[in-house]
């Protein structure tokens, strides 16, 4: 199976499970399942091709000029990575069918999970770094739309907004140090950067690449002192707590730690930077742990101590240690997977997760105690467990460092002292909560769950068992294959028997576990005692600092806003015009203007004549403009065919036409927007008159002045040589390369077909969001409202639109005609739009400005009928138009991706039809109908949500039936 196709797999589950209906929770946990399995497979059949140090790599060119390609990178470190996540997710599908309940959308939930599935699979096993931050925030949008799964829940929109801003500001900070990073390497391959290990370290710009990196990779992973999200992450669901915050999310900034260590570690910077962070994280955890009575509460915290050792591990510079770091990766995500998984279900069983009230639950659920507390014992490191080895390892690790010698006295104090909070968060876990007698009421009577809902526990805590007592055959080959790449291709000497003899490590484990004992049954009731409260000696709350900073930050820009901003457009424009200008006019001052000595092409009596025309006309649209807004519009349309007419007087057909087109619908929209206009109002007050007249003659300077900038501007350009042109290339390449004669449209759908989508998508978005801001304004159904002035047939300053031509269910009788010939237009319209569109890529035309043909006959059925008769006869839905278009815009491009080529690759079929001849179809020409679609239902989307939006009036009649006439 194709690697990149394998990447791919999880989105397009994500995408069926959105559709699939959210009352069928068996169907679409059943999906969910079968996606994830299909990608866990054929991952886990590639063991063999990555282990001994083997890549398995696939590569699409996308950008290859900038460096930048869709490349799969897969070693044994990815492979261990991306089989946690899909192997991991797995478990969490089917946990989660029983987790949720009824009137949970569970379509929303899988959609979601599988679309971060995909996302973390796309860290694991990027081989570009560039894509790798691309699918760093991809999984920081999905665990904002997961951690807020429960939007009606106040804990749930906090946690997620508070999680999302850490996490996506710092993988902005690692967009920069991976800019940097490669411009240090000189690309941005992984296999590249993996092999400048020397040259990086050596650089003067590796302390700002590294922080840059730091910043983006603690924030992930909750380090210190980033660490304050997590816990408040905690108002997820369960399910997603297991998978995202203990399994996967959480360990992709250590992930990311260690797939850079070959090239980063190493130097005293490093040491202190990582090794303190990960110190200072493990200490604050697992001390406030202790003091949770939040079951998810302390396993948050907890988490965040455990990510800290493995930070530390990083830090210490020493191939063992980054073994030692791997290995507790994958030792943590089962016992901690597992414990959540437990948490979960005391939840569902007994309606709480408050520890205080939580006593004996052992007596009604004996397995579920089991095995929650043998996945306590894992994470206290009791021996013959999983969690056991990795600590060994992690004391050993902190006994032998070689460092200042306080460095070597304190830490592995520290070590010895963050095990003993360990024991004892472990201890009210095991302990507290199964243990001892029922003596609180519970909101429900606790029993044992359905035994699927405890399957992915018990195979979570059975591999807890059989790495601890039998380490070098359960994990041992997965811990080579995956530490490989990480120690830069060589292996230290390590051992992963239960026994190693009596020695230093041996006793830190006996005084953590003697002393974490010791310590709970002395204070386990004052640990009770402080829900709500933070930890003592700890006053300073994470949360209270960033909502804080946000408080801040939120005032400056409110105070910002009313010494700077205004209420009027006006004032606003003007202020953009004259701060341009001074840029400009500073720019011509550093670089004089000067004409260029190009051939000039003389001028024509009838060109003259028509900008002479076209300026009398502007001229007076803006004179117009103060009494009648209408014929302001009217000049205004004269300025805008002159321009069409020279842009076909200098042989650029496809701009005429595209303007002409343009020209029509611009002018529509006009007249709606003149609806918003406020009235105009004669003054009798000489000092409002005083003020009105001073402002139009600063105005009319101003645009004297700019317009006469850009003139001069534009003369320049145009006179001088243009020696560096890409013009040629296109003009050379639009046939061999684009199949085309129409340099333009092969331009558009071909070479720039990439900056053609992201238009289209902008204009789709545009009309979305006007139709979604204006809906909500729309007048009833049954009146049509009509200012009363207009009744009266009062005129004023353009105002007077007929307003039953957009809202009226039948055409008014003076109107039966031109409806009659409209519609007989439509078809016409429509021919002369595929004409168009046909031949857009040899002769003047393209999708986008049939769109606009099309869009302006639609229009006019608007016009003349009114937008309920056509709802009703024609049932256009532009909304689907838009879809339509982006779909097919984007499944052009992928098909040439599938195909092997670069995105948006233009290839040309060739057929022979009987009666026609030869057909040659370029794939073009479905961006091209792509981009019709987007053209038609954005247009037709804007305008009538408008035309809706013009119909309000302060002052309205209802008009009756009879005045509306009929059809």
């Known amino acids: 199976m194709s690697l990149i196709a394998l990447l791919i797999v999880p989105f397009i589950g994500s995408a069926i499970a959105a559709l699939l209906p959210t009352s069928a929770r068996n169907l679409v946990s059943l999906w969910a399942g079968v996606v994830a399995l299909a990608v866990a497979v054929p991952l886990a059949l590639l063991y063999p091709e990555v282990a001994n140090g083997g890549v398995v790599t696939e590569t699409l060119a996308w950008l290859p000029s900038m460096g930048i390609d869709i490349a799969v990178r897969i070693d044994g470190f990815a492979w261990m990575f991306a089989m946690l996540v899909t192997g991991m997710g797995l478990l969490v599908v089917i946990y989660a069918r029983y987790y949720l309940s009824p009137e949970d959308p569970a379509a929303r939930f899988y959609s979601l999970l599988l679309g971060f599935m995909g996302a973390m699979l796309g860290v694991a096993v990027s081989g570009n770094l560039i894509q790798l931050v691309v699918f760093w925030e991809l999984t920081s949008v999905f665990s904002f739309l997961l951690i807020g799964y429960w939007y009606h829940r106040k804990d749930a929109r906090r946690g997620a907004r508070m999680a999302f801003t850490v996490t996506a500001a710092g993988g902005l900070a690692l967009l920069a140090g991976v800019l940097v990073l490669g411009h ?273 526990v018990e195979l979570l805590v059975l591999a807890c068992i059989v790495v601890g007592m039998f380490p070098a055959w359960a994990v041992g080959p997965v811990l080579a294959t995956a530490a490989l790449p990480v120690t830069g291709g060589t292996l230290p000497g390590y051992s992963l028997a239960v026994w190693h003899g009596f020695n230093t490590p041996l006793v830190m484990s006996l005084i953590a576990t003697v002393g974490g004992t010791a310590a709970y049954l002395a204070f386990a009731s004052r640990f009770r005692q402080r829900l709500g409260r933070a930890a003592p000696l700890m006053p300073v709350s994470g949360k209270r600092l960033f909502e804080r900073s946000l408080s801040a930050l939120t005032m400056l820009a409110r105070r910002l806003l009313r010494v700077a901003g205004t209420r009027h457009l006006q004032a606003q424009l003007l202020w953009m015009l004259i701060i341009a200008s001074g840029v400009a006019l500073m720019s011509a001052l550093i670089v004089p203007m000067t004409w260029g000595d190009r051939a000039r092409v003389p001028a024509t009596p009838e060109f003259v004549l028509l900008w002479v025309l076209a300026g009398a006309c502007a001229i007076g649209a803006a004179w117009q403009a103060k009494f009648h807004r209408l014929a302001a519009l009217a000049m205004l349309s004269v300025v805008g065919l002159s321009l069409c007419i020279t842009f076909a007087w200098f042989s650029a057909p496809d701009l005429a036409l595209t303007q002409l087109a343009v020209e029509v619908v611009t002018t529509v929209l006009f007249l709606l927007g003149l609806r918003w206009m406020p009235k105009r109002v004669v003054q009798d007050d000489p000092r409002s008159s005083g003020r009105s007249s001073w402002r139009r003659r600063r105005d009319l300077v101003l645009a004297l002045l700019i317009g006469t900038g850009l003139a001069a501007l534009s003369y320049a350009l145009l006179t001088r040589q243009a020696p560096l042109s890409i013009s040629p290339f296109f003009i050379e390449q639009a046939l061999p390369a684009g199949g085309g004669t129409n340099v333009v449209n092969v331009m558009l759908v071909d070479f720039r077909a990439f900056d053609t989508l992201g238009e289209i998508t902008v204009l789709g978005i545009v009309g979305l969001t006007i139709y979604a801001l204006l809906r909500r304004f729309r007048p009833p159904r049954e009146t049509i409202a009509i200012p009363e002035q207009q009744l009266a047939g009062a005129d004023h300053g353009g105002q007077d639109l007929v307003q039953p031509i957009w809202s009226a269910g039948a055409v008014p009788g003076y109107l039966v005609v031109p409806a009659v010939l409209t519609r007989l237009l439509l078809p016409m319209a429509c021919l002369f739009a595929l004409h168009l569109f046909l031949r857009g890529h040899n002769e003047p035309g393209g999708g986008f400005v049939a769109g606009l043909v099309v869009s302006i006959a639609f229009l006019a059925q608007y016009m003349v009928s009114g937008t309920r008769w056509v709802e009703a006869h024609m049932n256009l839905r532009p909304p689907r138009w838009i879809a339509f278009g982006l779909m097919v815009a984007l499944a052009t491009g992928l098909g040439s991706l599938m195909s092997g080529f670069p995105f948006l690759t233009t290839h040309t079929a060739h057929f022979s039809v009987p009666g026609l001849g030869e057909i040659h179809i370029p794939s073009a020409a479905f961006f091209d109908l792509g981009v019709f679609a987007v053209v038609v239902g954005s247009t037709l989307l804007l305008l009538t949500a408008m035309a809706h939006q013009s119909l309000r009036a302060p002052r309205s009649h209802a008009v009756p039936e009879r005045v509306r006439g009929s059809t």
Not at 248 to 276: E, I, Q, Y
Not at 285 to 294: C, E, L
Not at 401 to 424: K, N, Y
């Open 184 to 456: 240090i390497v000189g690309s941005y391959e992984l296999t590249a950067v993996l092999a400048a290990g020397d040259l990086i370290r050596r650089h003067e710009l590796y302390p700002l690449m590294l922080g840059l990196v730091l910043l983006g990779a603690l924030t992930k992973s909750a380090q210190f002192p980033f660490h304050f999200w997590l816990p408040h992450a905690m108002a997820a669901p369960t399910p997603v707590s297991a998978y995202l915050h203990s399994a996967t999310m959480v360990k992709a900034g250590v992930f990311l730690l260690a797939r850079l260590w070959p090239v980063l570690s190493g130097t005293d910077l490093w040491f202190w930077a990582v090794g303190g962070a990960g110190l200072a994280t493990l200490l604050v955890g697992a001390y406030s742990a202790m003091f949770q009575n939040d079951l998810k509460g302390l396993l948050a915290y907890s988490t965040i101590s455990h990510l800290g050792l493995i930070t530390l591990l990083l830090g210490l510079n020493s191939p063992l240690a980054a073994v030692a770091a791997v290995f507790h990766m994958m030792n943590h995500a089962l016992f901690k997977a597992s414990l959540f998984m437990s948490v979960g279900i005391i939840d569902h069983e007994t309606g709480t997760r408050d520890m205080r009230r939580l006593d004996g639950l052992y007596r009604c659920m004996p397995i579920t105690g089991t095995l929650a507390i043998v996945a306590c014992a894992a994470m206290a490191g009791v021996p013959l467990l999983n969690g056991f080895l990795s600590k060994e390892m992690f004391f050993a690790e902190t006994v032998f460092v070689s460092s200042h010698p306080w460095v070597e006295i304190g830490l592995p104090v520290a070590a010895t002292l963050a095990s003993v909070f360990a024991v004892v968060y472990s201890l009210r876990f095991g302990h507290g909560v199964f243990f001892g007698p029922r003596s609180r009421p519970l909101p429900r009577e606790p029993h044992e769950p359905v035994h699927w809902m405890r399957v992915p």
